[in-house]
C-alpha cells in the first residue's frame, strides 16, 4: 500500500492552542508555572528537593476524566510518541510484528538482542545498519554499554536506543517504493503517514515540529492527547492499533530492556502498555481504554516512574512494583537515609 500524498496534510501546518485559547507562541506566562509538586525527595525526614510536573488522565471515550497542571499545553512527548509513530507505519504498510514492531516501538537498552533484531528488520529490504541515519551512541543500558567499551565496539547508530523506530521507518519507506535517502524529511511519505496516524489517535493536531534527539520528525501535541492516544491503543480490537498493543504486551523487553522500570511495570499489570520518553515524558494505556500521561516539569528522569507508579496506585493499582517504584531510595553513606516518593497533596487532587 503506497501512501497518497495529497490525503495528509502540511507537518509545519497550524501552531495550536492550549487552555488559554491563546497560541501557544504567544503565551505570556509559561504552563510550567501551573504544574503543582508533583513528587518529593525526601532526607532523614526533611524535603529537600521537588519536581513540579502535570497528570491528565482520560476516559475510555477519551474525554479527560482528572488532570493537574498544563495538561492542554503543547508539549513534545519524545520517545513516548513512538507507539503512535508505530501505528502510522503500520497503516502505510509496514509488514511487521511480534518482537520486530515491539522494537519499532521501542527506545531499546542496546542489549544483544535487540541489536541482532534491527539487524533483521534491516535485513528484510537487503539492508544493514549503514541505512540509519541517526547519531551513533552507547547503548543506554550500563552493562551493555560496559561490555562494548570493554570489547572494544565503538558508539553506532545501531546501538542508539531508536534505531528500532529508524529501521522500521526504511522497511516502510522501502515497501512504498521510495528512496529511503530521505526518510527522516518531514515532508518525505513515510513521515506524513506517521503525523497523520498522531493526529488521529491523538485527536488533536501536531503542531511545532522539531527534530527529535535521533533526527527524526518530532511533534508537540499536549499531555491531554498523549493520554487518550494511549488509552486508544490500548483497548483496539483490530488494526494497527491493535497489532502495536499486542506486540508490547507480548514482548515488552524488546520495548524497553531486561533492566528498566518500564519492563517491570509491564510484568506487574496485565494488559497495560506503557511508553517513556526524554525529558521526563510517560504514557500508559490501560485495557480498559483509560489513558495516563505524565510529564515532569525538569526533565529528570527519576521523577518519573515514582510519579507514574503514584498516579496507578491513585487508580486502585495494588503490585509490590508500584509500591518499590512510588519509593525510590535516597542513600546516604551507602544506606537508605530517605525516598523519593509522589506529593500526596497533589495526588489526592486526581479522581480515582
Given amino acids: 500500500m503506497r501512501v497518497n500524498e495529497t490525503e495528509v496534510r502540511s507537518p509545519t501546518a497550524n501552531m495550536g492552542s ?14 510550567f508555572e501551573f504544574d503543582p509538586v508533583l513528587v518529593e525527595v525526601v532526607r532523614n525526614g ?15 471515550d477519551g474525554s479527560l476524566a482528572s488532570s493537574v497542571g ?28 511480534g518482537e520486530l514492531l515491539a522494537l519499532v516501538c521501542a527506545s531499546h537498552s542496546g542489549e544483544v538482542f535487540q541489536l541482532d533484531g534491527v539487524r533483521r528488520i534491516l535485513a528484510l529490504s537487503g539492508l544493514d545498519e549503514s541505512a540509519l541515519q541517526m547519531p551513533a551512541e552507547w547503548p543506554l543500558d550500563q552493562q551493555a554499554r560496559e561490555d562494548a567499551i570493554r570489547d572494544g565496539v565503538p558508539k553506532s547508530p545501531l546501538a ?57 520528525p518530532l511533534y508537540a501535541i499536549s499531555l491531554y492527547a498523549l493520554a487518550r ?6 483497548s483496539a480490537s483490530d488494526g494497527a492499533e491493535y497489532r502495536v498493543a499486542t506486540a508490547i504486551r507480548n514482548h515488552p523487553e524488546y520495548v524497553s530492556g531486561t533492566r528498566r522500570d518500564e ?42 516512574p515514582v510519579a507514574m507508579a503514584g498516579v496507578l496506585k491513585r487508580l486502585g493499582f495494588d503490585h509490590e512494583t508500584l509500591d518499590d517504584q512510588a519509593s525510590a531510595p535516597v542513600f546516604g553513606g551507602g544506606e537508605r537515609v530517605g525516598e523519593i516518593r509522589p506529593c500526596k497533596e497533589t495526588l489526592s487532587q486526581l479522581g480515582a
Avoid at 498544563?70 to 509513530?85: C, G, I, W
Fill in 263 to 304: 519492563f517491570d511495570l509491564h510484568r506487574a499489570i496485565p494488559g497495560l502498555i506503557a511508553k517513556a520518553g526524554a525529558e521526563s515524558v510517560y504514557a500508559v494505556g490501560l485495557p480498559d481504554g483509560r489513558g495516563v500521561a505524565i510529564k515532569i516539569s525538569d526533565g529528570h528522569p527519576r521523577a518519573r
Fill in 160 to 216: 542508539m536506543n531508536c534505531s528500532g523506530k529508524h529501521a522500521g521507518m526504511i522497511r516502510t519507506t522501502v515497501l512504498n517504493g521510495r528512496d529511503i535517502a530521505h526518510y527522516r524529511d518531514p515532508d518525505h511519505p513515510t513521515q506524513l503517514a506517521v503525523v497523520q496516524a498522531i493526529d488521529d489517535l491523538a485527536h488533536e493536531q501536531a503542531t511545532n515540529l522539531a527534530i527529535d534527539g535521533c533526527g527524526a
Fill in 70 to 97: 498544563a495538561d492542554f499545553a503543547p508539549m513534545y512527548p519524545r520517545s513516548a510518541n513512538k507507539p503512535l509513530q508505530a501505528v502510522g507505519m503500520l497503516r502505510a504498510g509496514l509488514d511487521l510484528d
Fill in 18 to 31: 492550549w487552555r488559554s485559547g491563546r497560541a501557544y507562541g504567544q503565551v505570556v506566562v509559561s504552563p
Fill in 229 to 234: 492516544a494511549f488509552g486508544r491503543i490500548a
Fill in 46 to 60: 526533611f524535603v529537600e528537593s521537588v519536581h513540579r510536573g502535570r497528570v491528565a488522565m482520560t476516559y475510555p
